[in-house]
């Protein structure tokens, strides 16, 4: 089964202090695809990052960093020094091979709310 | 990045009225469109996959008959929720991509808002 899974259901800190965003994943595929999308109020989905499942190299874009680690299937995600302007719903986004090469399943997704 | 385009962004209709809601890949060819159904403070569900050219795939528990999708050009689908009633009110956003975007993320669209009165 494929599956992925966002246990913080809400997360509320204080602007400047880091948060981080788990993600679990499940799927019997030797090849797969995750992402980050993140959705502001206005509900459009805003593409973070993409990751395939070969490779397992971390990556930090300014204030975001990802941790990809398939020894335990986790895709955690991180903001450092947050700001009022990350509030919003963050979603972890597991894409399976083909033939079911475009099915994206998505966690139950994150709601950051910083606050100044 | 690739460019889908979703209209219209916020519809109010009455029960009983059919709603179409367009999904436009401006730049690229979308030989693969899905259909998602978000509620409030809900995460994304797929209804639908639509290859161009064929009907389209529903998830379990979708109801074809209500939510009718047609997929008939490389740049356009579009999903019309027939015979609308209140429980259909919902956030519903498309995406798309194509036989040669296998890894690169899917684009999604702006989604649209509807509520049913």
């Known amino acids: 089964a494929q599956k992925v899974t966002q246990a913080q259901t809400e997360i509320s800190v204080v602007e400047k202090e880091d948060v981080t965003l788990d993600c679990v994943y499940e799927?019997?595929?030797?090849?797969?695809?995750l992402f980050w999308y993140k959705q502001p109020p206005s509900g459009e989905l805003v593409f973070l990052i993409r990751?395939?499942?070969?490779?397992?190299q971390n990556e930090i874009s300014g204030r975001y960093s990802w941790n990809f680690q398939k020894s335990t299937s986790s895709f955690n995600f991180t903001i450092t020094a947050s700001q009022v302007v990350d509030s919003a719903v963050y979603f972890c986004?597991?894409?399976?091979?083909?033939?079911?090469?475009?099915?994206?399943?998505f966690g139950a997704g994150t709601r950051l709310t910083v606050k100044p | 990045g690739a460019v889908v385009s979703q209209h219209p962004s916020r519809v109010i209709c009455k029960s009983g009225t059919s709603v179409k809601i367009e999904c436009r890949s401006l730049?690229?060819?979308?030989?693969?469109m899905f259909w998602y159904r978000q509620f409030p403070k809900k995460s994304l569900m797929l209804m639908a996959t639509?290859?161009?050219?064929?009907?389209?795939?529903?998830e379990q528990g979708v109801e074809k008959d209500k939510f009718l999708i047609n997929h008939a050009s490389l740049t356009l689908s579009t999903l019309t929720v027939t015979s609308a009633h209140p429980e259909d009110s919902s956030f519903y956003i498309c995406?798309?991509?194509?036989?040669?975007?296998?890894?690169?993320?899917?684009?999604f669209g702006q989604g649209t808002r509807l509520t049913v009165v």
């Open positions: 995406s798309a991509t194509s036989r040669w975007q296998l890894r690169t993320e899917a684009f």
């Open positions: 799927t019997r595929d030797t090849t797969y695809y």
């Open positions: 990751r395939n499942s070969f490779d397992e």
């Open positions: 986004v597991l894409r399976l091979p083909a033939p079911n090469n475009n099915d994206m399943r």
């Open positions: 730049d690229f060819q979308a030989t693969t």
């Open positions: 639509s290859n161009e050219g064929s009907k389209a795939t529903y």
